[in-house]
């Protein structure tokens, strides 16, 4: 076997490998929280808390990717807010609730209060009802390293698109407060941003929650190609990449006017094909996986 049929398996190798590592969540942050107090283990709080966790792996209803779930009596009364990304389907946010949840409790494996934010959802847990409640932490921020080539440029257009969003999620409704959108830099780039509330806030507290964000995103992220800004109630990203699914599950339509009556399906018009990691990732690992085990065996045989 010659060098370079060996330099294109390592190639295939180190591509195989950064696909495996792609398959961990490399967007989970999350904050156990040290005010709330520690619960033990075995005790009602803990299988209270299980109690939530597994209701999240087997829910059956959607309700646009919004949970508000409780579990147990007080004092060991367990809450729960949960909300995944306004471009999931059911299966993705079930899928990422159970994840998220499971995670979260192995991370803060004591604490009563703590919160998650993963690439599709978002998932808090305390000993307090979180419903409708603006709050200002626990909160983060993550960026990509690499910065705009055009700042003022980049951060002028960014500001109008994440502006616009802003004022459309918060209009949202009580279902869901989100929005996804693009704006063009310049003659070539492209920016893609979402945000969202979750829906029990208010158009006003969403509103104030994703003011908030935008200001963060200003010093923590100011320049960068990509940020995400994380709060109890409200979510802010934006990438270079087109990041989210174009087609969100559609929203009930409000009750028909007389004069105005449109098909189900002509409010919902696809606008590309749908272009998620998550379709593109399993394939090209697949492919890569197969070609690396063709060659390893062509390795051996040799
Ligand atoms: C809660 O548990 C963490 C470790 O899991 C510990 O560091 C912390 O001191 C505990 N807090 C209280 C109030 O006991
Ligand atoms: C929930 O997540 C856990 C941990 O990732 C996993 O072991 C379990 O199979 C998941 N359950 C379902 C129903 O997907
Ligand atoms: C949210 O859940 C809490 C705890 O179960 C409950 O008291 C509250 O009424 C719920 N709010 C709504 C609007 O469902
Ligand atoms: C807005 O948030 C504040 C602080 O949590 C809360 O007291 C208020 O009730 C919220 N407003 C509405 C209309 O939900
Ligand atoms: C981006 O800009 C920041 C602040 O100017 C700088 O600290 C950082 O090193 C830059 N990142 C890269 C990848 O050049
Ligand atoms: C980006 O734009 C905002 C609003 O126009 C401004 O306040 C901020 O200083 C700008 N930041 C940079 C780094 O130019
Ligand atoms: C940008 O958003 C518009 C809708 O505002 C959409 O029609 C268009 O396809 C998007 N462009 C790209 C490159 O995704
Ligand atoms: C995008 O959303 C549509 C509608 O929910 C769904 O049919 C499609 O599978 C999604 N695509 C991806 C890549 O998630």
Not at 87 to 112: G, H, P, V
Not at 208 to 218: K, R, S, V
Not at 259 to 265: D, F
């Amino acid at each position: 076997m010659g060098s370079s049929s060996t330099t294109f398996l390592l190639f295939l190798l180190s591509l195989a490998t950064l696909t495996l590592s792609q398959l961990n969540d490399v967007y989970f942050q999350h904050d156990c929280s040290d005010t709330s107090g520690n619960y033990t283990a075995n005790r009602p709080y803990e299988t209270n808390l299980n109690t939530i966790i597994s209701r999240f792996a087997t829910l059956t209803d959607f309700n646009y990717g919004f949970f508000n779930l409780s579990a147990g009596q007080s004092p060991d009364k367990v809450y729960s807010i949960a909300l995944c990304r306004g471009d999931t389907n059911q299966d993705a946010c079930n899928t990422c609730l159970n994840y998220t949840a499971t995670e979260l409790k192995q991370f803060c494996s004591r604490n009563k209060a703590a919160t998650a934010w993963s690439q599709f959802c978002l998932v808090r847990y305390a000993n307090r009802d979180l419903y409708g409640q603006l709050e200002n932490d626990p909160r983060t921020c993550a960026f990509n390293p690499m910065n705009a080539s055009n700042p003022d440029q980049f951060n002028q257009t960014l500001n109008e698109l994440l502006n616009e969003l802003s004022a459309e999620a918060a209009a949202g409704g009580p279902l869901r407060k989100y929005a996804a959108g693009n704006a063009t830099v310049g003659s070539s780039q492209t920016v893609y941003a979402t945000m969202q509330c979750t829906p029990d806030m208010d158009e006003q507290n969403c509103s104030t929650c994703l003011n908030f964000a935008i200001n963060e995103y200003q010093s923590c992220c100011s320049t960068r190609l990509g940020c995400r800004v994380l709060r109890p109630n409200c979510v802010l990203r934006f990438e270079t990449n087109q990041f989210y699914n174009q087609t969100a599950v559609p929203l009930p339509s409000p009750p028909p006017s007389p004069t105005t009556s449109p098909s189900p399906t002509a409010s919902f018009s696809p606008t590309s094909p749908p272009t998620s990691m998550a379709s593109l990732e399993f394939p090209a690992f697949g492919f890569v996986f197969a070609l690396f085990l063709t060659l390893s065996s062509m390795l051996l045989l040799n």
